[in-house]
């Protein structure tokens, strides 16, 4: 049977409106924020229980497989008693053969290539080329110029010319000594740690370092007020949305009130949700499609679901919106929209009141921002940048797979996209009023030095 395409009345839209406006406002309300640490013992007990359980059922499964395994070695064992015993008939019949051929000859041993070691006198075969061994000489190494390679110079030399380097592309021996360590952040993705490659776990660090402040759970809240966004500014196909994945699945274990907000261009929302699903992530993903794609990929919600006259697409669409943020804000989870949708949504100049509460909770809900080829807004007169400045959170993360173009202008504007506070470290630096506000202040550090603290480049 099949329904025209009829608006609901406004009772019944207001009444299903305003039921998600005041579930979405009970659970800000509701829930609190907890510590770093106390989420961090929380889930080392959680962790431990689990690994008793796992090996609980591994000696379960051992204890089935046992006698499979037992056959299996004796086998094995019976095949090296008789191969074994073969050696040593082959090893009495060639004795005997020695003695008898020692009779009449004092051998003169030598090596053919092709027959083995035999007498060069009588031709006996002391033993067959097959169970000859070549010789193994120690290796030398040797540069292009048949040299032998020295230690000293084999080993890496520091870089003299180190602070002229504008990127984050080194880290201090204490930072790296810590990924090695235990009780960090990897302990809380121990699934995904070897699936990242290098360049992805040094990524993994920095993000850690700038969005937290540390890789350690217990010196997060002590460096607070040293955190923010930064730029991640990988070639394409070095695995950005991966890293982000693995990121965000450790991040909202340890802050679980965040709410982290995927912006992307239409043609990559698709491969978000994808990756989401490809590696088996346990966080609920929320995907807000546009007006003209939801008929694609979105399904009608449950609310209007059933016998009825079906509302327009324009409210399919709104309603769509309200219940995957009320999703969004009930439990730890991330919701993927497009760059159009959010400009939608973020209308300060709408008539209802309903998309200004909408333009509300993207504006303040947000804990966490990624912004998917976060270069295209650079311009000054770009909506799209003006629109996301206003996103109250200052924790957020740039991805760009294309190279900074020589322009000043627009390299600061991602910066601040990126980083608001950037820009008042930077009048700290350059502004001597700025200086003269606060006494005693620490001597200034070049423009250089400040940027390259937030970009990792690869």
Request: charge should be positive.
């Amino acid at each position: 049977m099949t329904y025209k395409r009829t608006a609901l009345s406004a009772g019944a839209y207001n009444k299903l409106i305003s039921s998600y406006m005041k579930n979405i406002d009970a659970t800000i309300k509701s829930k609190e924020i907890p510590r770093v640490i106390d989420q961090w013992e929380e889930f080392k007990k959680k962790h431990s229980s689990d690994q008793k359980e796992k090996m609980e059922l591994s000696s379960v499964e051992d204890d089935g497989q046992s006698s499979e395994t037992e056959m299996l070695w004796r086998e094995m064992e019976l095949c090296l008693a008789s191969a074994y015993i073969l050696e040593d008939n082959e090893a009495l019949v060639s004795t005997q053969t020695t003695q008898n051929s020692d009779e009449n000859c004092q051998h003169e041993f030598k090596l053919d290539e092709e027959i083995g070691i035999l007498c060069q006198i009588c031709g006996f075969v002391k033993t067959e080329i097959k169970y000859v061994s070549a010789p193994f000489m120690e290796r030398t190494g040797w540069t292009a110029e048949s040299k032998p390679q020295n230690e000293e110079d084999s080993e890496p030399k520091p870089d003299e010319d180190e602070d002229l380097s504008v990127f984050g592309n080194h880290t201090s021996g204490e930072d790296e000594s810590v990924s090695e360590v235990n009780d960090n952040v990897w302990d809380l993705i121990p699934e995904l740690r070897p699936k990242l490659h290098m360049h992805q776990k040094k990524a993994f660090e920095f993000l850690w370092q700038n969005i937290a402040g540390s890789l350690v759970p217990a010196l997060m809240e002590k460096t607070s007020k040293k955190i923010g966004g930064c730029v991640v500014s990988h070639t394409p196909g070095a695995g950005k949305t991966f890293l982000i994945i693995a990121f965000l699945v450790s991040y909202l274990k340890l802050f679980p009130g965040k709410r982290p907000l995927v912006l992307a261009p239409k043609t990559t929302l698709y491969t978000w949700y994808k990756e989401f699903i490809k590696w088996e992530i346990p966080v609920p993903v929320h995907l807000i499609h546009g007006t003209r794609s939801s008929r694609v990929f979105k399904p009608t919600p449950a609310v209007l679901r059933g016998s009825g006259p079906r509302p327009s697409q324009d409210v399919v669409h709104i309603l769509d919106c309200l219940e995957k943020m009320q999703k969004w804000h009930e439990q730890p989870s991330v919701l993927v929209m497009g760059y159009t949708s959010f400009l939608t949504l973020m209308r300060e100049d709408a008539k209802y009141s309903h998309r200004k509460y909408m333009a509300k909770v993207l504006r303040e809900s947000p804990g966490l921002v990624i912004l998917d080829e976060g270069h295209n807004p650079r311009s000054t007169k770009s909506r799209l940048r003006k629109v996301l400045m206003k996103v109250e959170t200052d924790q957020r993360i740039l991805l760009s797979g294309t190279l900074f173009q020589n322009n000043f202008c627009e390299y600061f504007n991602t910066l601040s996209l990126a980083r608001p506070m950037f820009i008042k470290e930077v009048l700290k630096t350059l502004d001597p009023k700025f200086k003269r506000r606060k006494k005693g202040g620490t001597k200034s550090t070049p423009f250089a030095r400040i940027s390259r603290q937030k970009i990792l480049l690869r």
